[in-house]
């Protein structure tokens, strides 16, 4: 085996080695992982220096800290790759010519051929070339100093105020409801309008008020020019109708002095020239269509006369009752009717009792149609016979909620009974005293008919009625 | 202390022994030293070899110079197309006895001998050729189920002519791998050709003065067998053996790059058998690192196969082990790249 002598050299020689490869491996290491890591950390720090802080004790004392950390890594690593003793053993060997003995002789007994074996002190020599790593790392140092200078990034964010714009945008919106109510856009148009007002509004801020105010300029102006034109056509339709208004006066006098042909030519002028106006104006197209139903709806003059006569009314009354029927869409049945029984007649005078039937039977519950029943069939004596004309009798409401409402008597002028409804029918029998007077001509001491005791309660619709019938303490 | 490596007293005596041989092989065969200690290697380590050159370097007369100075049993094939296995190996003929019965008796081939010459083994069918694969390995002849040894020691030192490969059989890879250097036999300068053609009439060598006897051949083996192999130079063979597999996780680049097949792991053998004869022959009773790379190149040049694209870039096996040499650290220390060791 080894001798003690050449053992203490060999070990001498092998801590050497072994202080030589970790000066070497450090030296790799520590340039070859701090090139990067003081790039990277330099990075870091510009980055940090850029957008988030100002702290000078943590800008130099990172640098500091990976200093110090890449020492203790290059150190740990270079430790952890130092070669074994057998493999120190063999460069020894192979550096000191001995053909194998070092190395056999640290695993077998090699006798006296250990005295073959020399070693020279420090006989092996690293030569290290780091010139690049050195100047990678220098760089990275510097890299690294500098980053330290980087100015700090100083930005806002793009914060604009709100532009307040809701003043214009509520006088565009008016105008638009404007044009909305007078017909003039369309209910779609008006909508996409509205809609994009209030997109201007929404996006109105400051960062470019140029913008929003032109955006509102132009839909003022579009509103305008609609308005503009509309009122442009309102004006030539008005024009349009005052003249016709005026052909049409002058041709109601002339057509008493035209003769049949003449009438009929100039009435098919005039009807042109309103087809021609209804064709431009929507509205008047419409107001005529309506006037050409209602004429051709209306009753003539003598069915008219007729019955007045018949059931005895007066002019208002009679007015009064087509209104009524008109509005219950009964006038052009009635006015059929009204034909039918003529004819039937041949008298030219109305039936009371068939015209209280059809009332009856086309209007029944109808509050106007009870009141042309109550006109031509009921009350005393008919529509056509009897003393005379029947008032109607009012009598007090029967305050059933018990509540303090003051009864007031319904004035004339809203006793009108459009809109009203009919509460209740009254019947009482007849009494002692409850004659109807004598009429003037009739025969002294005679007894006159039993009158029958006959109310109804009407109810005022109209909230202007109710208003003033109903008026709390 | 009883020791496990050869002792210097019997080391000396050997080394003496075979210096004294190789300096009659050298001057037998003017200009070739470097070769004749490969061939004596190859002698010592019983490994067989191939020599390739041109015609007229001094191949055959090489290994009969070899044969002559060891003293042993030389016989020459000279490989032709037509040669059959039976030609070498030798085949059972009918013979009469004296009683007049007739017998089938063994005769042997070429191949029984110490030191067969396999002259231009190339032009022998594959047929012809693959009958020396028993002979190289085994040492043993096998026919009609009978296996016959060889004379101990047996080797087969074949040549080759790299030129006029018309009507030639490259060597199976198999038998390639059983020869344990190939070695190239160059032409020598003009002072040595000076030399021979001074000294030598029609250029034939001077007769051996000494001889290696077989009993001083045997003695040579068995020191041979105490030559120590330490576990680092072993493990260096083994690493640059790997390192030379396409693939294997220690191959380096350029091998991936131009190799297409690596050394067999018998090329980790004869490396460890050769660099023991090398110590041998430098008086030592270890093998060293130097040893071994003295024996890389011999070994690996005929085990290596190289893919086309080493030869589109011109790369030859040489080329490659000297870079498996260069790049394979002896003492497997992790050193940066950039250190470099003096001593």
């Given at each position: 085996m080894i001798s003690e002598s050449l053992k203490k050299v060999v070990d001498i020689e092998i801590n050497s080695l072994k202080l030589k490869i970790l000066g070497l491996n450090f030296l790799?290491?520590?340039?070859?992982?701090?090139?990067?890591?003081?790039?990277?950390?330099?990075?870091?720090?510009?980055?940090?220096?850029?957008?988030?802080?100002?702290?000078?004790?943590?800008?130099?004392?990172?640098?500091?800290?990976?200093?110090?950390f890449l020492i203790i890594i290059s150190l740990f690593i270079s430790y952890k790759s130092l070669p074994e003793?057998?493999?120190?053993?063999?460069?020894?060997?192979?550096?000191?010519?001995?053909?194998?003995?070092?190395?056999?002789?640290?695993?077998?007994?090699?006798g006296s051929w250990i005295e073959k074996i020399r070693l020279q002190k420090n006989n092996i020599k690293f030569n290290i070339d780091l010139k690049n790593k050195i100047a990678i790392f220098v760089l990275a140092i510097a890299f690294c100093f500098c980053s330290n200078f980087v100015p700090k990034l100083n930005y806002q964010k793009s914060s604009f105020n709100k532009f307040e714009i809701s003043d214009n945008a509520d006088d565009l919106k008016n105008q638009l409801d404007i044009l909305k109510d007078e017909d003039i856009i369309e209910e779609e148009e008006a909508e996409e309008l509205e809609q994009s007002i209030n997109e201007i509004e929404k996006n109105a801020v400051g960062e470019n008020p140029e913008k929003t105010l032109e955006a509102l300029e132009h839909m003022e102006e579009?509103?305008?020019?609609?308005?503009?034109?509309?009122?442009?056509?309102?004006?030539?339709?008005?024009?349009?109708?005052?003249?016709?208004?005026?052909?049409?006066?002058?041709?109601?006098?002339?057509?008493?002095?035209?003769?049949?042909?003449?009438?009929?030519?100039?009435?098919?002028?005039?009807?042109?020239?309103?087809?021609?106006?209804?064709?431009?104006?929507?509205?008047?197209?419409?107001?005529?269509?309506?006037?050409q139903l209602a004429m051709k709806q209306s009753l003539g003059s003598?069915?008219?006369?007729?019955?007045?006569?018949?059931?005895?009314?007066?002019?208002?009354?009679?007015?009064?009752?087509?209104?009524?029927?008109?509005?219950?869409?009964?006038?052009?049945?009635?006015?059929?009717?009204?034909?039918?029984?003529?004819?039937?007649?041949?008298?030219?005078?109305?039936?009371?009792?068939?015209?209280?039937?059809?009332?009856?039977?086309?209007?029944?519950?109808?509050?106007?149609?009870?009141?042309?029943?109550?006109?031509c069939g009921g009350g005393n004596g008919g529509t056509n016979r009897g003393p005379g004309s029947v008032p109607l009798m009012w009598k007090r409401r029967y305050n059933t909620y018990k509540g303090n409402y003051k009864d007031e008597g319904v004035t004339g002028d809203i006793t009108s009974l459009d809109d009203s409804v009919l509460l209740q029918e009254i019947y009482t029998e007849s009494q002692a005293g409850d004659y109807e007077k004598s009429k003037v001509g009739s025969l002294n001491n005679t007894k006159a008919k039993k009158v029958d005791n006959k109310s109804y309660s009407l109810q005022p619709k109209h909230r202007k009625a109710v208003g003033k019938f109903f008026e709390r303490k | 202390m009883n020791e496990s490596v050869v002792s210097q007293e019997q080391l000396t005596k050997v080394s003496a022994i075979i210096e004294k041989t190789l300096a009659e092989l050298n001057d037998i065969i003017l200009g070739k030293e470097e070769l004749h200690k490969m061939m004596m290697v190859a002698i010592l380590s019983k490994g067989h070899v191939l020599l390739e050159g041109l015609p007229g370097v001094g191949k055959t007369a090489l290994v009969k110079a070899l044969g002559d100075l060891l003293k042993l049993q030389f016989n020459r094939v000279q490989f032709t197309p037509d040669l059959m296995p039976s030609d070498i190996l030798g085949t059972n003929i009918l013979q009469e006895k004296n009683d007049g019965s007739r017998i089938m008796e063994f005769r042997q081939g070429p191949v029984f001998t110490n030191i067969l010459l396999a002259d231009e083994i190339n032009r022998a069918s594959p047929k012809t050729q693959s009958a020396m694969l028993e002979a190289m390995q085994e040492s043993a002849v096998t026919l009609l189920g009978e296996t016959r040894n060889l004379p101990h020691p047996f080797f087969v030192l074949a040549s080759q002519n790299p030129i006029e490969m018309e009507g030639t059989y490259p060597i199976p890879e198999a038998q390639l791998d059983r020869f344990m250097f190939k070695l190239y036999v160059d032409?020598?300068?003009?002072?040595?050709?000076?030399?021979?053609?001074?000294?030598?009439?029609?250029?034939?060598?001077?007769?051996?003065?000494?001889?290696?006897?077989?009993?001083?051949?045997?003695?040579v083996y068995s020191v041979m067998g105490n030559i120590y192999l330490p576990n680092a130079v072993?493990?260096?063979?083994?690493?640059?053996?790997?390192?030379?597999?396409?693939?294997?996780?220690?191959?380096?680049?350029?091998?991936n790059e131009y190799v297409a097949y690596g050394a067999s792991p018998r090329a980790a053998i004869a490396i460890a058998e050769s660099a023991r004869a090398v110590a041998l022959l430098d008086g030592r009773p270890t093998v060293g690192f130097d040893d071994v790379k003295f024996v890389t190149k011999g070994a690996l040049n005929h085990r290596l196969i190289l893919n086309y694209k080493a030869k589109m870039d011109n790369i030859s096996v040489f080329d490659i082990i000297d870079i498996l040499l260069n790049k394979i650290s002896e003492t497997n220390v992790d050193l940066p790249k950039n250190v470099t060791i003096e001593a």
């Open positions: 790799r290491w520590f340039f070859g992982i701090g090139g990067v890591v003081f790039f990277a950390t330099g990075f870091g720090i510009a980055v940090y220096k850029i957008f988030y802080f100002e702290n000078y004790i943590v800008r130099f004392i990172l640098p500091v800290i990976i200093f110090l003793k057998s493999q120190l053993l063999s460069l020894l060997d192979k550096h000191n010519q001995c053909g194998g003995l070092l190395i056999a002789a640290h695993e077998t007994n090699i579009n509103l305008s020019n609609k308005a503009q034109l509309a009122e442009e056509k309102a004006l030539a339709q008005m024009a349009n109708l005052e003249a016709t208004e005026q052909v049409a006066q002058k041709m109601e006098e002339a057509l008493k002095n035209m003769s049949e042909k003449e009438r009929k030519e100039s009435l098919s002028a005039m009807n042109d020239m309103l087809n021609k106006l209804a064709k431009e104006d929507k509205n008047f197209q419409k107001m005529l269509k309506n006037q003598k069915d008219l006369m007729a019955l007045k006569n018949g059931c005895n009314m007066s002019k208002e009354q009679l007015q009064k009752m087509l209104n009524n029927l008109k509005n219950n869409n009964l006038l052009n049945k009635f006015s059929n009717k009204l034909s039918n029984m003529k004819k039937n007649n041949g008298k030219g005078r109305l039936d009371n009792q068939q015209l209280l039937q059809f009332l009856k039977k086309n209007c029944s519950g109808s509050r106007s149609c009870n009141k042309l029943s109550s006109i | 032409s020598v300068d003009s002072n040595v050709l000076n030399q021979i053609i001074t000294s030598r009439r029609r250029g034939e060598p001077p007769q051996a003065k000494s001889h290696l006897t077989s009993d001083e051949l045997l003695e072993a493990n260096y063979i083994a690493r640059l053996v790997e390192a030379s597999h396409v693939g294997s996780c220690s191959a380096i680049s350029e091998v």
